[in-house]
């Protein structure tokens, strides 16, 4: 027999539970779009996002400026900062660049720091580490570890994450590592939060202890993506189950048609006519056929809720 989660059992939750990885709006010439940001941030936290993670990689944060990150905080935060966790992204491949982010992001207003694994150059372990304890010491606000070693090029491992939970501020982790053993050994010996950031993993993570999800399919589908947790902690697991086989059809669209999330969250917020606006070069729009194919199973989705 299902039963509801006691409260002994809850996981720290520092950030919220449901956060969504949300895009750069820019204006059709390019420029950033503030007003489109507060108006997309202000449906996602009216929809159900208890938390926002701005410049990101969903974000465009490779070719957007200092400047403009910074703008985005602040805007946001005015929006929607006394409603829900605003959480920026400050990684960097260079530690010096990446304690000036942390600081203008802190006093932008942000209530937490994504903080990526130093990309490309691969350090070892102790270099991580050492990285991680300087922004850690360099601001007030909590940081969420981002751990995505495909895109790095190295992992924070397992013991490394343990050593790491000792400090105060390190508080979270988005978990792209693909390694469900690995992540909830460290659930089980830490307090750190752990999010989903592997769209297919939010409710099996969920299930070993997980705090939630960073998600870019939230962007343009919030509630649908929230509903299998809700579930879960209702006790109804076999709902959340299906709940969570409901989203499967766009998370596949959106996550693995081998276009970065960005390009189809925009395709499809566009279609909805929702902020959003063009991608930044490198990337290029989605093609017609694969924004259509997105709005449809969008369709599907929300007509099933």
Same mark, same amino acid.
């Given at each position: 027999m299902s039963t509801t989660p006691s409260a002994t059992s809850v996981p720290p939750r520092p950030f919220g539970r449901a956060l969504c990885a949300m895009v750069t709006p820019f204006t059709t010439t390019g420029a950033l779009d503030l007003a489109g940001a507060r108006e997309l941030a202000a449906r996602l936290v009216d929809e159900g996002c208890d938390g926002l993670v701005l410049n990101g990689t969903t974000g465009e944060s490779p070719t957007t400026t200092d400047a403009e990150k910074t703008a985005l905080v602040r805007a946001v935060c005015a929006e929607?900062?006394?409603?829900?966790?605003?959480?920026?992204?400050?990684?960097?491949?260079?530690?010096?660049?990446?304690?000036?982010?942390?600081?203008?992001?802190?006093?932008?207003? @942000?209530?937490? #720091?994504?903080?990526?694994?130093?990309?490309?150059?691969?350090?070892?372990?102790?270099? *991580?580490?050492?990285?991680? #304890?300087?922004?850690?010491? @360099?601001?007030?606000?909590?940081?969420?570890?981002?751990?995505?070693?495909?895109?790095?090029?190295?992992? *924070?491992?397992? @013991?490394?994450?343990?050593?790491?939970?000792?400090?105060?501020?390190?508080?979270?982790?988005?978990?792209?590592?693909?390694? #469900?053993?690995?992540?909830?050994?460290? *659930?089980a010996r830490t307090s750190l939060a752990y999010y989903s950031g592997s769209?297919?993993?939010?409710?099996? #993570?969920?299930?070993?202890?997980?705090?939630?999800?960073?998600?870019?399919?939230?962007?343009?589908?919030?509630? @649908?993506?929230?509903?299998?947790?809700?579930?879960?902690?209702?006790?109804a697991t076999a709902e959340s189950v299906r709940l969570n086989a409901r989203t499967l059809p766009l998370v596949e669209l959106m996550m693995a048609s081998g276009l970065p999330g960005t390009v189809t969250a925009k395709a499809l917020l566009g279609g909805l006519g929702l902020p959003a606006g063009p991608v930044r070069e490198p990337l290029r729009p989605a093609g017609r056929e694969t924004a259509d194919g997105l709005l449809r199973a969008y369709e599907e989705l929300v007509t099933a809720e």
């Open positions: 929607v900062g006394d409603r829900a966790s605003v959480v920026a992204g400050v990684g960097s491949a260079d530690t010096r660049h990446t304690l000036a982010l942390a600081r203008e992001a802190e006093h932008a207003g @942000a209530h937490g #720091l994504l903080v990526v694994t130093p990309y490309y150059s691969r350090p070892p372990q102790g270099d *991580i580490e050492a990285h991680f #304890l300087r922004v850690a010491d @360099a601001s007030g606000i909590p940081l969420m570890l981002y751990d995505i070693p495909a895109r790095a090029g190295t992992r *924070i491992e397992p @013991a490394t994450m343990l050593r790491l939970a000792a400090h105060p501020r390190v508080v979270a982790v988005k978990d792209c590592a693909y390694d #469900l053993l690995g992540s909830a050994r460290v *659930i769209e297919e993993l939010n409710l099996p #993570l969920y299930a070993v202890g997980g705090a939630g999800f960073v998600s870019t399919v939230a962007n343009a589908a919030p509630r @649908a993506v929230r509903a299998p947790l809700d579930a879960y902690d209702a006790g």
